[in-house]
Every structure is written in structure tokens, then in C-alpha cells.
């Protein structure tokens, strides 16, 4: 089903926290693959990599030790038991989404870790995509009450959204000064080979943009969104008579993936966070 496995570190394996109590659970693995705690591997012949990267965190950083208290750290207000209870409780719901999601971003990491950015994005943008509805939906009941939830899920449809992924885009606007989503970002082309054009793609995709230098431009994260789906709409998905992006005008996806790839998945981490935030508060 996958063709890359995630291992728990093996001090967790004993406890909930090694997703294996209840078995595959999914929520939990895709948690503690975000935060970097674990190994991927390829295939039961291949050696384990270990993760290396938190990208729970904006902006993201080096991985932590492999210790249940920074797990709980990551949890602000709920104890060790709060969250044991929750992960081993909450298995069952909405249990099609975290396995397909699972198994998307255990390829996406994988597939970072071995520098195959294209392949890595594709898995990304495939989570993504899958979670462009249900995120705004469940992250909603978190900000209100069943009431008021309708209401304010019709303002993000706006006028302007012609699908899913405009619901996502208008859901990260949305998001409060407060909100990490709000931080700003510098994506730096400076070890690329070409870093004039690889701004001027950025410059294409993004409207907003907080600065940049001769290798460098810098946005905020809740403009990332803006990025991957343009990006995926007009480098693979070429649409006749619309503003597609060809090798001459990106000489080299590949190093640019490179560049942007920790920063999409960064932006990914902040949602399905929002997302187990609003699980644990609905299933208290």
C-alpha cells in the first residue's frame, strides 16, 4: 500500500505513544512523523532513516529526542494522560481520512528524505488536496459551537471560490494575527542555479509578497497555499489557453522543489495540528 514504512523510536513502542496501541494507529503516526520523531524505510530490506526534521513547528527546525515529553509539550494545556487517552480513543474517527493521509505523508517524507522532490511534492499535494474541505470544517467547531459552525463556513465560500482548494485558501486568510500562519517566511534560491527565475515563479504564484533580494524572497506562510496549488496547476497540470509554466520558464523543478518542498510540508504540519486541536477539544 505504501512503498515506505514509519518505525516509532523504540523507547515509545511500549506506550501509546508508539502507534501501535490500538494497532496502525494512523492519527498518531502521521503526528510524530510531523514532529520528527521515528525512522522511514523503503522496504523490510532497506536500513531505517531517521527523521530529522520538526515541521509541527513554524518555521520549522532540527528534530527533537525522541522523549513523551516533547510530544506533550506540543499540546499546550493536556497532560500525559489526556493525551494517551485521546490518541487511543479517538482511533476509530475519522478513520478513512487519517489512513488515507497517513500513508500519503509517510511517502511524501520518505521520498524528501531520498531527494526526490518531485515525487515528494506529488504525494504532498495529493494531502492537501484530500484535506482542503474537511480541515475548514472541523477547525470551524473548534472556534464555535454546532450553532454557529454553518454560518461561519459559508463566509469562506465566497464568490470567488471555484472549488475545495479556495475554500483552504480563503480558511488560511481567515486566520487570526495570532495565528502561526501569520509568521513570515525566506525562501532562499541562493544555492540554486538559476535564483532569478525561481523568484520570478514565486512572484508569479504569489500576489502578496513581504520583500525580497537578488536570491531571496520572503512571504508569509498563510500565502503558501497560493504556491503549491499554482505551482501543481501550472507545471503538471497544463490547461490549453491558460497561463501554464514550461521548462523555459523553470530550467530546473528539481532544485526548486528542493527550496520549497520543507516549506509546503511546514505548511501542512500547521493544519493537520489545527486539525488534531479541534479533535481533542470535540472528543473531550
Known amino acids: 500500500m505504501s512503498t515506505f514504512s514509519f518505525h516509532p523510536p523504540g523507547v515509545f513502542r511500549r506506550s501509546v505513544f508508539g502507534g501501535e496501541q490500538p494497532r496502525d494507529n494512523h492519527r498518531l503516526k502521521s503526528f510524530l512523523i510531523l514532529v520528527g520523531l521515528g ?15 520538526d515541521f509541527i513547528t513554524i518555521p520549522f527546525s532540527a528534530g527533537t529526542s525522541p522523549s513523551i515529553s516533547n510530544i506533550i509539550a506540543k499540546f499546550q494545556g493536556f497532560s500525559k494522560g489526556d493525551l494517551e487517552k485521546f490518541f487511543k480513543n479517538s482511533h476509530g474517527k475519522n478513520l478513512i481520512y487519517h489512513k488515507k493521509i497517513y500513508f500519503e505523508l509517510v511517502n511524501a517524507i520518505g521520498y524528501f528524505q531520498e531527494k526526490n522532490n518531485i515525487s515528494c511534492f506529488l504525494h504532498l499535494y495529493r494531502i492537501i488536496e484530500q484535506s482542503a474541505l474537511c480541515l475548514p470544517i472541523i477547525s470551524l467547531m473548534k472556534n464555535g459551537n454546532i450553532e454557529n459552525t454553518f454560518m461561519e463556513f459559508k463566509s469562506l465560500i465566497k464568490s470567488d471560490a471555484k472549488s475545495d482548494l479556495s475554500v483552504l485558501k480563503n480558511y488560511s486568510r481567515s486566520q487570526k494575527s495570532t495565528s502561526p500562519l501569520q509568521v513570515t517566511v525566506n525562501i532562499s534560491f541562493a544555492h540554486t542555479t538559476n535564483p532569478t527565475q525561481n523568484i520570478a515563479i514565486v512572484r508569479k504564484l504569489v500576489k502578496n509578497i513581504v520583500s525580497s533580494t537578488a536570491d531571496s524572497i520572503e512571504l508569509k506562510y498563510l500565502e503558501i497555499d497560493s504556491l503549491i496549488i499554482g505551482f501543481r496547476n501550472q507545471f503538471f497540470h497544463y490547461l490549453f489557453h491558460e497561463d501554464n509554466l514550461s521548462l523555459m520558464d523553470l530550467t530546473y523543478p528539481e532544485e526548486f522543489l528542493e527550496v520549497c518542498n520543507p516549506i509546503f510540508i511546514n505548511y501542512f504540519a500547521f493544519l493537520f495540528k489545527d486539525l488534531l486541536d479541534a479533535e481533542m477539544l470535540m472528543w473531550d
Do not use: D, G, V
Request: glycine letters at 0%.
Open 39 to 53: 525512522s522511514i524505510r523503503r522496504s523490510a530490506l532497506s536500513k531505517s532513516t531517521p527523521l530529522r526534521h
